[in-house]
């Protein structure tokens, strides 16, 4: 089993900035990513941004240039700076860890952002 647990949600004007913290824990062994991804009602699941473990990383095309997804590995805990954020950046956003073995993937709680206009 492995434990996430996100931080650093909250609520911000348009063009402001936010960082994202999550925190694993438990079986943290063989992860092949951490990331983030995002969903509002009524909406599917959309990835953000994920890291593998040798630093490669993937953006959604709405966020290029605005989110930085960043890693600590001695601490495991995966950051995401967004930098000049819009009202459509607003939802609740999801910490993912997936296994590089079974491609398991464990999910943290959500935390909510709210970009106000």
């Known amino acids: 089993q492995v434990q996430l647990v996100e931080s650093g949600g909250d609520l911000v004007q348009a063009g402001g900035s936010l960082r994202l913290s999550c925190a694993a824990s438990?079986?943290?062994?063989?992860?092949?990513?951490m990331g983030w991804y995002r969903q509002i009602p009524g909406k599917q699941r959309e990835l953000v941004a994920t890291i593998t473990t040798g630093g490669s990383t993937i953006y959604a095309d709405s966020v290029k240039g605005r989110f930085t997804i960043s890693r600590d590995n001695a601490r495991n805990t995966v950051y995401l700076q967004m930098n000049s954020l819009k009202p459509d950046d607003t939802a609740v956003y999801y910490c993912n860890v997936q296994k590089s073995i079974t491609s398991y993937s464990y999910w943290g709680q959500g935390i909510q952002v709210t970009v106000s206009s």
């Open positions: 438990g079986n943290i062994f063989n992860v092949r990513s």
